[in-house]
């Protein structure tokens, strides 16, 4: 069977088409299309995302990705009900607008070729986009011996963990208060000038930053020194440049009793640094080793919050394998700090990141969650039952 698969909840409009080579809970796939158009230059003035445009670009965008990837799976429009045994459609959550457009188009496709409807949590779909790897083709790993699992979901409108028993089987344990991580990224980004999505130019400047620390590391015992209380020195050491500024943030939460997050205190604390930086130097973000030295110390809050609870969880769980999605899970730094902390607290786990190319919306993802809901029976009988769900929980 193949499945059409549809996204568009946020910025990016995605389609891709999967033929299910083998059926069951071992499925294997194979991407025959995939296409992701992306809005970013269209939202980059905006700073973020405007709701308004992503749904006129969605709207203008839909036929014309179907038609290229319609074109790579050799796939004629006049023999679809023949070829798709499925509609997989994103139905939330996201931006009601944008989720609103690929509902419409799905639904029309739907009534006049008679296929039959799949809605997917967008979640879901993050969480599924684990399993393709390099090539065309991949298989899901349904081994009952993976679970407990546990998902860290960090996108720019979600972070939370998710505790799995098995296969569609969710308990949330944790979330954000406030601020998603990487709407966090985004903003911070914003207020040091950097353009959207903020997340990988923070990495980028955060990453410039380590290299430069390189040479001042091995003077960290002298900083140990000078800052005796401190339990990371190399956080408080002098900016390389700008009249030997010292930057430090909190890590919001990061001790809390619970598995929830918050990062629009974080948020601030950059805000207030920034406007008391400028206050002794209104040009100060002219300095790129300023910039640099605010990206790494708010990437190294972030990832060191998301890490030390993503431990606790799978410490407190007994969880078997770990599966980080979403956008900011194309965070190098959260990789290796996941991984090394994995290592040092001699965790036996497998853990499971998305491939770069699949770490951001797409439909492939889409696609496969959209196969199992279609095997759980979740086809919907009533067309006008469908709704945008902006809010919709896992
Ligand atoms: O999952 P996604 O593509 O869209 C949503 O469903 O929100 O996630 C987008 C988010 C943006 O906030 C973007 O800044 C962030 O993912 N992101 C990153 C990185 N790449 C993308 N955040 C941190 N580091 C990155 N390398
Ligand atoms: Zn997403």
Same mark, same amino acid.
């Given at each position: 069977m193949k499945i059409l698969a549809i996204e568009t909840s946020c910025d990016d409009t995605g389609i891709a088409i999967l033929e299910v080579k083998k059926e069951g809970s071992e499925a294997k796939f194979k991407i025959l299309g995939n296409k992701v158009s992306s809005q970013i230059d269209i939202h980059k003035e905006y700073g973020g995302v405007f709701p308004a445009l992503a749904k006129r670009e969605h709207i203008k965008n839909l036929p014309l990705v179907l038609e290229k990837v319609f074109k790579d799976?050799?796939?004629k429009i006049e023999n679809l009900k023949k070829e798709i045994g499925a509609i997989a459609i994103t139905t939330g959550p996201g931006l009601e607008p944008a989720l609103w457009?690929?509902?419409?188009f799905a639904k029309e496709i739907s009534q006049k070729y008679n296929i039959p409807i799949v809605p997917v949590n967008h979640m879901e779909g993050h969480i599924f986009s684990i399993f393709p790897k390099k090539g065309k083709t991949f298989k899901i790993d349904s081994d009952k011996k993976i679970f407990p699992a546990l998902?860290?979901?960090?996108?720019?409108?979600?972070t939370e963990l998710i505790l799995m028993k098995n296969w569609f089987k969710y308990k949330k344990i944790g979330q954000t208060r406030d601020d998603a991580a990487?709407?966090?990224?985004?903003?911070v980004a914003r207020m040091l000038g950097l353009p959207y999505p903020g997340g990988p130019e923070i990495s980028r400047l955060a990453n410039e930053e380590r290299i430069n620390l390189i040479p001042l590391l091995l003077t960290k015992e002298k +900083? #140990?020194?000078?800052?005796?209380?401190?339990?990371?020195?190399?956080?408080?050491?002098?900016?390389a440049s700008g009249g030997g500024t010292q930057i430090q943030l909190p890590r919001p939460m990061i001790y809390s009793k619970d598995y929830d997050f918050s990062f629009s205190g974080l948020k601030t604390a950059v805000l207030y640094l920034i406007r008391d930086l400028k206050e002794k130097n209104p040009n100060i973000l002219n300095d790129i080793k300023v910039k640099q030295k605010i990206a790494r110390e708010f990437?190294?809050?972030v990832i060191e919050t998301l890490v030390?609870?993503?431990i606790k969880a799978i410490k407190e769980y007994k969880i078997k394998t770990l599966i980080v999605g979403g956008g900011v899970s194309a965070n190098d730094y959260l990789q290796k700090i996941m991984l090394k902390k994995i290592k040092e607290n001699k965790l036996k786990i497998k853990t499971y990141f998305p491939s770069k190319s699949l770490t951001g919306d797409n439909a492939i993802?889409?696609?496969? +969650? #959209?196969?199992f809901g279609y095997k759980n029976k979740k086809i919907v009988k009533n067309l006008n039952s469908i709704k945008a769900q902006g809010n919709l929980s896992l």
């Amino acid at each position: 069977m193949k499945i059409l698969a549809i996204e568009t909840s946020c910025d990016d409009t995605g389609i891709a088409i999967l033929e299910v080579k083998k059926e069951g809970s071992e499925a294997k796939f194979k991407i025959l299309g995939n296409k992701v158009s992306s809005q970013i230059d269209i939202h980059k003035e905006y700073g973020g995302v405007f709701p308004a445009l992503a749904k006129r670009e969605h709207i203008k965008n839909l036929p014309l990705v179907l038609e290229k990837v319609f074109k790579d799976a050799k796939i004629k429009i006049e023999n679809l009900k023949k070829e798709i045994g499925a509609i997989a459609i994103t139905t939330g959550p996201g931006l009601e607008p944008a989720l609103w457009t690929g509902i419409v188009f799905a639904k029309e496709i739907s009534q006049k070729y008679n296929i039959p409807i799949v809605p997917v949590n967008h979640m879901e779909g993050h969480i599924f986009s684990i399993f393709p790897k390099k090539g065309k083709t991949f298989k899901i790993d349904s081994d009952k011996k993976i679970f407990p699992a546990l998902s860290l979901l960090v996108s720019g409108g979600h972070t939370e963990l998710i505790l799995m028993k098995n296969w569609f089987k969710y308990k949330k344990i944790g979330q954000t208060r406030d601020d998603a991580a990487g709407e966090a990224f985004d903003k911070v980004a914003r207020m040091l000038g950097l353009p959207y999505p903020g997340g990988p130019e923070i990495s980028r400047l955060a990453n410039e930053e380590r290299i430069n620390l390189i040479p001042l590391l091995l003077t960290k015992e002298k +900083a #140990g020194k000078r800052f005796p209380n401190s339990k990371n020195p190399s956080s408080i050491l002098p900016l390389a440049s700008g009249g030997g500024t010292q930057i430090q943030l909190p890590r919001p939460m990061i001790y809390s009793k619970d598995y929830d997050f918050s990062f629009s205190g974080l948020k601030t604390a950059v805000l207030y640094l920034i406007r008391d930086l400028k206050e002794k130097n209104p040009n100060i973000l002219n300095d790129i080793k300023v910039k640099q030295k605010i990206a790494r110390e708010f990437e190294d809050a972030v990832i060191e919050t998301l890490v030390h609870k993503t431990i606790k969880a799978i410490k407190e769980y007994k969880i078997k394998t770990l599966i980080v999605g979403g956008g900011v899970s194309a965070n190098d730094y959260l990789q290796k700090i996941m991984l090394k902390k994995i290592k040092e607290n001699k965790l036996k786990i497998k853990t499971y990141f998305p491939s770069k190319s699949l770490t951001g919306d797409n439909a492939i993802m889409i696609g496969i +969650a #959209g196969y199992f809901g279609y095997k759980n029976k979740k086809i919907v009988k009533n067309l006008n039952s469908i709704k945008a769900q902006g809010n919709l929980s896992l």
